[in-house]
């Protein structure tokens, strides 16, 4: 059903066939736009300016205050503010509905758009009120993915719009090409997130699309629906890929129209000549229902193996578990198998890739006259907008669904997050949402709570509803397709609720500050040589970002950097906080001009003395395999640097984002060799010589001496490669922000 080539392809007659030789690249519907957002420049990178830009309450209070520390005046483009993350989140009193205000402030005195809590979730307003073919626009969520409506959307750290609003650019190397080819008519019961799962179970473990753009084509685009389009291109993130492109019809060019924005289609076609660094094929008509175990969305199974044989692999899934939580938390799932079938506790069907009018018209199609029963089973339905709740309450779905026995919700981002319908503990939710990380639900692991979810298509979450939470494949039983409606598009509810500043500052017009809004601490510069002690070692095959800083609840606290940090880790290595703290305070001591015994015997252990620690910086660091795959939440990175971080060590990043927010938070992203060992573990301590002067010369290989704890030392070297003249002029200010306010200074 999928099929990988780890070769060039290029299009002949409208159709990809092995490339001869690497040229056309620049025929590419990805490589067009991308050249006409690029500035030139002789260093061989692209430096791409948007057309948008976008954020939700979880980021944009830590965007603006960087950006005014920065120098910010105004908004040099548009850039809209959405309330879609933590409306309902029952945590710090006033705090969350101080943000809003905060960021209605902003919007009025920058010059922005400003979107109130539970009117759309971010990513469905980008879809109904910003796309338009050929365009970009870069948002601080990782799932900002609008390829399907002919936009290249970009998901990354919040210091990356900082350097949009301070009128500066998105720099990267030229990124490769996929072609993702698209064949045959989707079978019955299958939906846009069957073929995202089978997506991401076939490209994410091998890195097939690491970074890379994909481009979608072939004669089976033509016969999808937009909303079945959009479902597969917002899961694009979890293959790893930096963005995505679609080729645009007149659906496409409808679905604009319909949008009051007729003027913004511009058809994108594949050229023959076209070059693509890879292809994968994809046969939509051998698809069938799929899974994805906990916990990640690449741990792809087919719905039909899930059913027949679910003890091995809930199995897997507990060993998983108990793997990564060390026994604080565990998973009994095979206990839900009754008389061979596999019975969840939930169902949820939300957000920006299931809350989607044809997900949930199709969801109240297989439960026309049944319910979801009275028992332990229950259906959550979260549109994405109101528009599209008004569209299902003029059709009539949204009647079909509560006559069933299911729950309509705001238009809320909480279960994707865990800040909404989080399971009991022990609880299988299925759910049509993005991530199924651990913990990504709202469970606590440290405090011994852990719940599993499956990730899987509203059509079969639909059908196991249907029959009272035994799992069920869509594939497997008979309904009729929903009542084809005229698709209608409703702005005046924006019109009436929110504000539309964009181009429109008012600088006279004051920021409003919340009790729990606070400035940035001072972050140093890069000193001489550097002294790190190991904070934590995650020796996971991967790390998420959402381990380094959860997600739900603490996310409360994004407003007071200070206050957020003390969750860093919270839910994967408890004691870090406590030992990055105890390593900022002797730093603390350090820069007072004291040496304490502890630092005294760490520097003769070394072979340094009380002189040299006049010239270093101490600082903690983290060890991982793969850091940062998932949330593009530049607090993964900031909260290690308010808490004295001074540098990851890793053997390569999951994702560009995080090594990104990494450089910007003026963190050094250090790599080890593929087969080099990391001998090290917390309280550990790692010296750095000379460190200034060879990140000011672009050196990528760094000498260091490890000091063990049994007083052993040995050598490491780590490397600092691919590091651009700005990313290590950033590193040498300590951040993003000290750099920006040194040239306004200048």
């Known amino acids: ?17 092995k490339a001869q030789e690497k040229t056309g690249s620049e025929k590419t519907i990805a490589r067009r736009i991308l050249e006409a957002h690029n500035s030139p420049s002789t260093d061989g990178q692209l430096h791409i300016t948007f057309d948008g830009l976008i954020s939700h309450d979880i980021t944009y209070v830590g965007i603006i205050q960087t950006a005014r520390a920065s120098g910010l005046k105004a908004f040099p483009l548009p850039y809209v503010l959405t309330n879609c993350h933590n409306s309902l989140c029952a945590v710090g009193g006033t705090i969350n509905e101080d943000d809003h205000v905060f960021g209605l402030s902003a919007a009025i005195k920058y010059g922005g758009d400003y979107v109130p809590a539970n009117q759309a979730v971010i990513h469905q307003y980008a879809r109904e009120m910003m796309t338009g073919c050929g365009k970009m626009i870069l948002g601080s ?94 899961m694009t993130t979890e293959t790893a890929c930096l963005s995505s492109i679609w080729e645009t019809d007149e659906k496409v060019a409808e679905y604009l129209k319909i ?36 916990f990640h969305p690449s741990e792809a199974v087919t719905l039909r193996e899930l059913i027949t044989n679910p003890g091995d692999h809930l199995r897997e899934v507990e060993l998983r578990a108990k793997e990564q939580f060390g026994g604080k938390a565990e998973l009994h799932l095979t206990q839900k198998i009754v008389n061979g079938r596999l019975t969840v506790d939930q169902g949820i069907i939300a957000g920006c890739s299931g809350g989607m009018y044809d997900n949930i018209a199709e969801a109240a199609s297989i439960l026309n006259g049944f319910d979801v029963g009275c028992g332990d089973f229950s259906l959550s339905v979260y549109p994405p907008s109101i528009p599209v709740n008004l569209e299902l309450l003029q059709n009539g779905v949204q009647q079909q669904l509560l006559e069933a026995g299911a729950l309509f919700k705001p238009c809320f981002c909480g279960p994707c997050f865990g800040a909404g319908d989080v399971p009991a503990n022990n609880a299988l939710s299925i759910r049509h949402t993005t991530r199924n990380f651990p913990n990504r639900e709202g469970s606590k692991p440290g405090n011994g709570q852990l719940a599993g979810v499956i990730l899987m298509d509203a059509r079969s979450i639909a059908a196991t509803a249907r029959n009272h939470g035994v799992l069920t494949s869509a594939a497997d039983i008979a309904y009729d397709a929903p009542k084809a409606v005229t698709r209608t598009f409703d702005a005046a509810v924006y019109q009436k609720r929110c504000y539309f500043g964009a181009g429109k500052p008012q600088p006279g017009h004051a920021l409003k500050f919340g009790p729990n809004i606070t400035e940035w601490p001072k972050i140093p510069a890069l000193s001489d040589n550097l002294l790190m002690q190991v904070a934590s ?55 007072d001009g004291l040496v304490p015994p502890e630092l005294e015997t760490v520097l003769s252990k070394l072979g340094l003395s009380r002189e040299d620690a006049k010239t270093m910086q101490l600082g903690s660091v983290i060890f991982a395999n793969k850091p940062g795959d998932g949330s593009a939440r530049e607090q993964a990175a900031s909260c290690q640097r308010v ?45 750095v010589p000379d460190v200034k002067r060879k990140v000011e010369a672009g050196d990528e290989v760094f000498p260091a001496k490890a000091l063990r704890a049994d007083g052993s030392t040995v050598d490491l070297t780590l490397n600092l490669k691919n590091t651009s003249a700005e990313e290590r002029e950033l590193l040498l200010r300590g951040c993003l922000m000290n750099h920006y306010a040194a040239q306004n200074r200048e």
């Open 1 to 17: 059903m999928i099929k990988l080539y780890d070769g060039g392809v290029t299009i002949q007659n409208g159709c990809p066939v």
């Open 141 to 234: 969520d990782s799932h900002t993915r609008y390829g399907a409506l002919g936009t290249m959307g970009v998901g990354e750290g919040g210091p990356e719009l900082v350097k949009q609003l301070l009128k500066n650019t998105y720099d990267l190397a030229s990124p490769q090409v996929v072609l993702v080819w698209l064949t045959g008519d989707v079978p019955h019961g299958v939906g846009p997130h069957d073929v995202a799962i089978a997506l991401c179970g076939a490209t994410y473990k091998n890195g097939f699309v690491k970074n890379k753009i994909l481009e979608f084509a072939g004669p089976g685009v033509k016969k999808l629906p937009m909303d079945f389009r959009i479902g597969i291109d917002v």
């Open 259 to 294: 949008h009051g924005r007729a003027d913004a289609y511009k058809a994108l076609r594949v050229e023959d000549g076209a070059y693509y660094d890879a292809c994968i094929e994809i046969d939509l008509g051998k698809l069938e229902p799929m899974a994805a175990l906990p």
């Open 537 to 591: 070692v995650l020796r996971d095959p991967v790390t998420t970002t959402d381990e380094l800083i959860p997600s739900g609840e603490t996310s409360s606290y994004r407003s007071n950097p200070l206050k957020l940090a003390t969750f860093a880790l919270s839910r994967r290595d408890p004691e870090y906080v406590t030992r990055a703290n105890a390593t900022k305070a002797l730093e603390a001591a350090r820069a």
């Open 643 to 687: 808490l004295g971080g001074c540098a990851n060590i890793c053997y390569e990043f999951a994702t560009k984002r995080y090594r990104s927010n990494c450089v910007n938070w003026g963190m050094l992203p250090f790599t080890l060799d593929k087969d080099a060992e990391f001998p090290l573990a917390p309280g550990d301590f790692l010296y």
